[in-house]
C-alpha cells in the first residue's frame, strides 16, 4: 500500500509538473509592418483580432528584428544575431542555418513538448538544416524563402510533396489546429509563420475586394486584403484554443518578420524592408499568457528577435540549454512590471556580409548597418555615419551626427566591438545537404542552391524559386555539394522544361568517375494560373514541370560534388532546370 501511494504520489507530482508547463503558440507574418494594424494607427486597414489581443497582451513598443526574413527566424529560433548562425542572406544557400546551433525547439522537444512548424521556414531546404533537423517533430509548408502561388500550391508534409487545398494561409492555419488537437496532454508549440502579405499578391476575392472598394490600388488592396486574412486567421487560432479550454495555459506570440516591402502606412518611420532605419526593424511584438501576465501593458524598453528563446525557457520555467554563446537575454523581467532590474543596451542591425547601400566588399564591416540605443539610432547605408534621436525625432529627419560627436562616436565603437565578434561566425563554412540515411534516402536539390558558372543565371530578379534559363554556353554548368551518408546508387531526374523546338540537346549528370547521360526530350510548356491582383516585380510564374530520367549514378560516401553540363546544345537553349532529384535505390 505504501509502495501504491508512492507511486500515486510521484505520478501527480509529474502530472503536475508537465501541466505546468505552458503552450505556445509562436505566429509571425511575412512582410507585414508596423503600421500594417489598425491598432497602430492605420486608418483604413481593420485588424479586429490583433488589435484585441493587443490589448490584452504585454506589448512590447520598440521591438527589433532583422531587416529580411531569414535572419530574422535564424536569431528568433536561436537567440543569437543571425550572422553568427550562418545566415547571410535570403537566397542561394546564403538563407540557411548552421545545424550545429541550439534552437528553441530543440530545447521544447527535449523538455518534453510537441513541436510543430507551419506555413514558411526559410532557413535551409535540406537535412541537416532543413526544419525536421532542427527540432520540429511536425514540418507543414515550404522551405524556400518566396513561392510563386498562393492557391492549391504544393507544399511539404515533413518532406513529402502535397497540395495544399485552396489559400496557403487558410490551410496552413488548418494544418496547426489538427496539431494543437494531436498534441494530447503534451504541452505543444506550435510556430505558426504565415506567408503573407509577402508577395505574390493574392487573397481571395472577399478580402481584395473589401480594399478595393475604398479606391486603392491594386498592389495596397490585396496587401490589406492580406493582413485581413492573417487577422481573420489569427482568430481561428484564438477561438480554437478557446473552444479547447487551452487558452489560459498558452503563451501567444505575435509578431512579423521585418518592416513593409513597399512604402505604405507606418507609424510616421522611416524606411521599409531591406534597409537598416526604424521603420525596416521595428515590428509589433505581443506576448500574452492569461495565467501569469494578467495586467496588460506597454513596454517602452528596446528588445528583439534575440531574446525570444530566453524569454520562453524562463517563462516555461526549464533550463537554458547549453548553447553557442547567447546574444539575447530574458525579457521576463519587463514581462513581470521590473523595469528597474533592466540594464542599458544596444541592439545591432546588419544582415548580410556586403552589398549595403552604395558599398561592397565581402566579409568587411562595410553593408548597411545600424545600432540602436534607448534613445539613438546610428546608421550607416553606405554614405558614413548618420545619427538620429530617436526620441526628440522618430521620423529620422534631422542627422545629429555632426552636432553630437560623443554619443556617435560610442554607438559606432560599439559596432566596431560586435562586428569583431560576428564576423568569424559570419566567415563559417556552410553545412552541405545530406544524403542516404534512413530520413534522406531522397531529396531535391534546386538550382538556387547550386553554384552557377559558365554564364548560366535565372530569368528573375529574385532566385528563390526560380530557375535556369538561357543555357547557351556547353562550358556552363550547375554543381552541388552534398554528404553522402552511405554509398550506393541513387536514381537521378532533372526537373525541367523544354519547347519542342529545342528538344535534342544531350545533359549528362556526374559525380567524380560516375555519370549519367540522357537526351533532353520536348515537354508541355504550360504556366500555372496565377490570380494575381497585381504585377510581379521580380518573381517568376510557375510551371507545370516534367521530370527527366537520367538514370543512375554511383556515389561514395563522404562529400562530393554533383554537376550537370550540356554535352551539345541542338538549338538555341539546353534545357530550363529547376532542380535534381536523387533517390537512392
Not at 479547447?244 to 498558452?250: A, G, I, P, Y
Not at 544596444?346 to 547601400?357: E, H, P, R, Y
Not at 534522406?440 to 535565372?458: A, H, V
Amino acid at each position: 500500500m505504501r509502495l501504491l501511494t508512492t507511486l500515486i504520489f510521484f505520478s501527480l507530482a509529474v502530472f503536475s509538473q508537465a501541466a505546468a508547463k505552458p503552450n505556445i503558440l509562436l505566429i509571425i507574418t511575412d512582410d507585414q509592418g508596423y503600421g500594417d494594424l489598425s491598432c497602430h494607427g492605420n486608418t483604413v486597414l481593420q485588424t479586429p483580432v490583433l488589435d484585441k489581443l493587443a490589448s490584452e497582451s504585454v506589448r512590447f513598443d520598440r521591438f527589433y528584428v532583422s531587416p529580411v526574413c531569414a535572419p530574422t527566424r535564424s536569431s528568433l529560433l536561436t537567440g543569437r544575431y543571425s550572422l553568427r548562425t550562418g545566415t547571410r542572406g535570403v537566397a542561394s544557400g546564403d538563407e540557411a542555418m548552421r545545424t550545429g546551433e541550439t534552437t528553441v525547439a530543440e530545447a521544447l522537444r527535449s523538455a518534453g513538448y510537441s513541436t510543430g512548424l507551419f506555413g514558411k521556414w526559410h532557413n535551409g531546404e535540406n537535412a541537416p538544416c532543413n526544419p525536421q533537423s532542427q527540432g520540429f517533430d511536425m514540418f507543414y509548408g515550404y522551405t524556400r524563402g518566396h513561392w510563386n502561388n498562393y492557391f492549391d500550391s504544393v507544399v511539404q508534409r515533413n518532406g513529402v510533396p502535397e497540395k495544399a487545398p485552396g489559400f496557403i494561409v487558410d490551410a496552413t492555419t488548418q494544418e496547426a489546429i489538427k496539431f494543437i488537437d494531436s498534441a494530447g496532454e503534451k504541452p505543444f508549440f506550435a510556430w505558426v509563420a504565415y506567408t503573407t502579405p509577402h508577395s505574390p499578391f493574392q487573397v481571395p476575392d472577399a478580402y481584395f475586394d473589401r480594399y478595393k472598394a475604398k479606391g486603392l490600388d491594386d498592389e495596397l488592396a490585396c496587401i490589406y486584403g492580406m493582413c485581413a486574412n492573417l487577422d481573420d486567421n489569427v482568430g481561428r487560432l484564438l477561438a480554437h484554443l478557446d473552444a479547447k479550454k487551452l487558452r489560459e495555459d498558452t503563451i501567444v506570440i505575435f509578431l512579423t518578420d521585418n518592416g513593409p516591402q513597399s512604402f505604405r502606412f507606418n507609424g510616421g518611420m522611416k524606411g521599409k524592408k531591406g534597409g537598416v532605419d526604424e521603420g525596416s526593424v521595428r515590428v509589433p511584438f505581443f506576448l500574452s499568457w492569461p495565467t501569469r501576465l494578467k495586467t496588460p501593458r506597454l513596454v517602452p524598453q528596446i528588445a528583439g528577435h534575440i531574446d525570444v528563446f530566453p524569454t520562453l525557457m524562463e517563462l516555461c520555467g526549464l533550463p537554458m540549454p547549453q548553447t553557442l554563446p547567447l546574444d539575447g537575454r530574458s525579457l521576463v523581467p519587463l514581462l513581470d512590471g521590473k523595469a528597474e532590474a533592466w540594464p542599458e543596451r544596444q541592439l545591432f542591425t546588419q544582415w548580410n556580409l556586403g552589398g549595403g547601400g552604395s558599398v561592397k566588399g565581402k566579409g568587411k564591416a562595410n553593408s548597411a548597418a545600424a545600432v540602436r540605443s534607448q534613445t539613438h539610432r546610428a546608421v550607416r547605408a553606405g554614405k558614413g555615419w548618420e545619427l538620429y534621436d530617436m526620441v526628440a525625432d522618430p521620423a529620422q529627419e534631422h542627422d545629429i551626427a555632426a552636432q553630437d560627436t560623443a554619443t556617435l562616436a560610442k554607438m559606432s565603437s560599439a559596432y566596431d566591438a560586435w562586428w569583431q565578434g560576428v564576423k568569424t561566425d559570419a566567415d563559417m563554412s556552410r553545412d552541405v545537404p545530406l544524403l542516404g540515411t534512413a530520413a534522406t534516402q531522397q531529396i531535391e536539390l534546386t538550382t538556387p542552391n547550386g553554384r552557377l558558372e559558365g554564364g548560366i543565371n535565372f530569368d528573375a530578379k529574385a532566385p528563390n524559386n526560380a530557375w535556369i534559363k538561357h543555357w547557351t554556353n556547353v562550358a556552363a554548368n550547375v554543381q552541388w555539394d552534398v554528404d553522402v551518408a552511405e554509398a550506393g546508387d541513387y536514381d537521378i531526374e532533372l526537373q525541367y522544361l523544354c519547347p519542342a523546338t529545342e528538344a535534342g540537346s544531350h545533359i549528362e549528370v556526374s559525380a567524380g568517375p560516375s555519370k549519367a547521360t540522357a537526351e533532353v526530350l520536348p515537354t508541355p510548356m504550360i504556366e500555372l494560373p496565377s490570380p494575381d491582383r497585381a504585377p510581379r516585380k521580380s518573381e517568376v510564374y510557375e510551371m507545370q514541370w516534367s521530370r527527366l530520367k537520367m538514370g543512375k549514378l554511383k556515389l561514395p560516401k563522404g562529400q562530393t560534388t554533383i554537376k550537370v553540363q550540356a554535352l551539345d546544345i541542338k538549338a538555341s537553349e539546353a534545357i530550363q532546370l529547376k532542380a535534381i532529384h536523387l533517390r537512392r535505390e
